[in-house]
């Protein structure tokens, strides 16, 4: 089915209290794996390209953006193509051209001020050409290899009031908050604040993203659609289901070279993990 445009699947996703998962594409097996997994479980969902992805094809973006186009035009549910972690501005601008519905503007590591104003900005020329914008407030550790934050650490949490405020300022479509997750985690052991969750819900306007939840188990991510969550982010979730899965089958033949050999069970693994995810993410009044 055609493209589909990532407002109107957060839209529909608020009216029907369900949350909406998006998935991180490095490869395209990563893509095919997330429409496979997505139509399984019956469900819409979100490729995700990331400036870290973007950086690994070469620095060139439309190459995977055009496969993931492809992938999702060819499949039975609705999938939308999503900038994920843009903090090159040159690379926000170049995603309305290169397909996609909506971007991610990451300025979570300037002063609060600066991120205030080049979100504002990012905002503005976004909606000039017909871009969704996500912005993120408060920091989810794990980015880029650096530690998972501690729970107390100085902007582990979003605040609910400077949140109201932030949406206010930039006219951000959705927001990133940080309430327990970390990117990059590889154990299901995260907690999630839930009280948090409901207060932030309250005090803004637009849709709640949850990044890091690969690390989040099955009830959390429930608890934290009831409670107010609507995009829910996972990428390193697929990764170590691929890798493994590639492993296995190296170990077991020494002799073999073509990588479809390997690379088919690794997509296959990834496809039921999305399938699973999709289904907890997407099930009918977690919200």
């Known amino acids: 089915m055609p493209l589909a ?11 029907e209290r369900r949350g909406l998962p998006a998935f991180n594409v490095i490869t395209l097996e990563h893509a095919e794996a997330i429409a496979t997994g997505a139509e399984r479980a019956g469900t819409a969902a979100i490729l995700q390209i990331s400036q870290n992805a973007v950086a690994f094809h070469g620095g060139r973006l439309l190459p995977l953006a055009r496969a993931c ?13 999503h900038l994920d972690h843009v903090e090159d501005e040159d690379l926000l601008r170049a995603a309305p051209s290169a397909g996609f519905s909506s971007a991610m503007f990451d300025a979570s590591a300037l002063p609060h001020a600066e991120n205030v104003k080049a979100t504002a900005e990012a905002t503005a020329w976004a909606h000039r050409h017909g871009l969704h914008l996500e ?11 650096e530690p998972p934050l ?6 582990a949490r979003t605040d609910p009031d400077e949140a109201a405020r932030y949406v206010a300022e930039t006219g951000v479509d959705a927001l990133a908050v940080a309430v327990g997750s970390s990117h990059a985690m590889t154990t299901r052991s995260a907690a999630l604040d839930h009280g948090l969750i409901r207060r932030l819900a309250a005090a803004v306007t637009v849709p709640l993203v949850l990044h890091g939840s690969s ?3 099955d009830e959390e991510l429930t608890a934290g659609l009831a409670a107010g969550l609507v995009k829910v982010n996972v990428g390193t979730a697929l990764n170590t289901a691929f890798t493994p899965a590639v492993r296995r089958h190296l170990a077991g033949d020494d002799r073999v070279s073509d990588p479809r050999t390997y690379l088919a069970p ?8 999305v399938a699973h995810l999709a289904g907890v993410v997407s099930a009918s009044g977690s919200r």
Do not use: N, Y
């Not at 912005?135 to 290899?145: I, N, S, T, Y």
């Not at 501690?150 to 902007?155: C, F, I, N, T």
């Open 5 to 15: 445009r990532t407002a109107d699947l957060l839209a529909a996703a608020v009216t």
């Open 69 to 81: 186009a492809e992938v999702a035009a060819a499949a039975r549910v609705p999938l939308s193509l």
């Open 135 to 145: 912005a993120e407030l408060g920091r989810v550790g794990g980015k880029d290899g």
């Open 150 to 155: 501690s729970p107390h650490a100085p902007g």
């Open 215 to 217: 690390g989040v188990p």
């Open 266 to 273: 690794a997509r296959a693994a990834m496809a039921e993990v």
